[in-house]
């Protein structure tokens, strides 16, 4: 498996202009993450899913962020309309969810930049 | 929150000394994790410790688990520069499913 694949690596967009973050992966894992990195606010989780479900979304800052999982090698985060402060490296990570959370692989990542 | 907090927030070693990063969280877990992330990368997972084991080992590294005060030890023996890197815990809470992240220490070992 070649891992979590996340894209684009990087983008670089104008304020109000709509983001759509791609994430695969790994097949066999039945929970998703999606985080979100900055220096102010260290690592913070955005939201998961199980078995395609978003189960806790309370992470989303607010209205302009959706995320959606249509299938289990598949999922986005969208933000629309994009502001600065969404300024970020946002990672996907994905698990297997057993008896307790397995460890955690994540994609490399896309830094995102709203100029 | 149930975010761990990790301590110290910076830690500057010399090559060979030991590291030792410290993880306290504020609710019941099944399991805590300790994960590495070196600059403008991705986390890559170190080592998982159930709530019902006090000590694991994998190789330089040694994790202890004390649920009782709710904290966990990282201990990195003979640290190399390649070591250096940012270092988080992320607890597996129970009923909760998923992981959450500390604020990370942040580890650089002087050749």
């Known amino acids: 498996d070649a891992g979590v694949i996340q894209s684009p690596r990087h983008e670089v967009t104008e304020m109000g202009q709509e983001v759509t973050l791609r994430c695969k992966p790994i097949?066999?894992?039945?929970?998703l993450f999606w985080y979100r990195q900055t220096m102010m606010r260290g690592l913070e989780l955005l939201i998961y899913?199980?078995?395609?479900?978003?189960?806790?979304d309370s992470g989303m800052p607010e209205d302009r962020f959706s995320a959606k999982m249509p299938n289990a090698s598949f999922s986005t985060l969208k933000i629309q309309p994009s502001e600065p402060r969404d300024s970020a490296v946002y990672f996907c990570?994905?698990?297997?969810?057993?008896?307790?959370?397995?460890?955690?692989?994540f994609g490399q990542g896309t830094r995102l930049t709203v100029v | 929150s149930q975010q761990g907090e990790e301590d110290p927030q910076a830690l500057s070693i010399q090559e060979g000394e030991n590291a030792t990063m410290n993880c306290s969280y504020k609710t019941s877990i099944n399991n805590l994790q300790w994960y590495r992330q070196n600059s403008g990368r991705g986390l890559v997972h170190l080592i998982l410790?159930?709530?019902?084991?006090r000590e694991k080992h994998s190789g330089r590294l040694r994790v202890t688990l004390d649920t009782s005060k709710k904290s966990s030890s990282l201990l990195i023996t003979a640290s190399r520069a390649a070591d250096t890197a940012s270092y988080f815990c992320?607890?597996?809470?129970?009923?909760?499913?998923?992981?959450?992240f500390g604020t990370g220490t942040r580890l650089t070992v002087i050749p």
């Open positions: 097949s066999g894992h039945n929970s």
């Open positions: 992320a607890t597996d809470a129970l009923g909760a499913n998923n992981l959450f």
């Open positions: 899913f199980n078995n395609n479900v978003p189960i806790d």
């Open positions: 410790i159930r709530s019902n084991e």
């Open positions: 990570a994905s698990s297997f969810l057993g008896r307790g959370m397995a460890e955690a692989f």
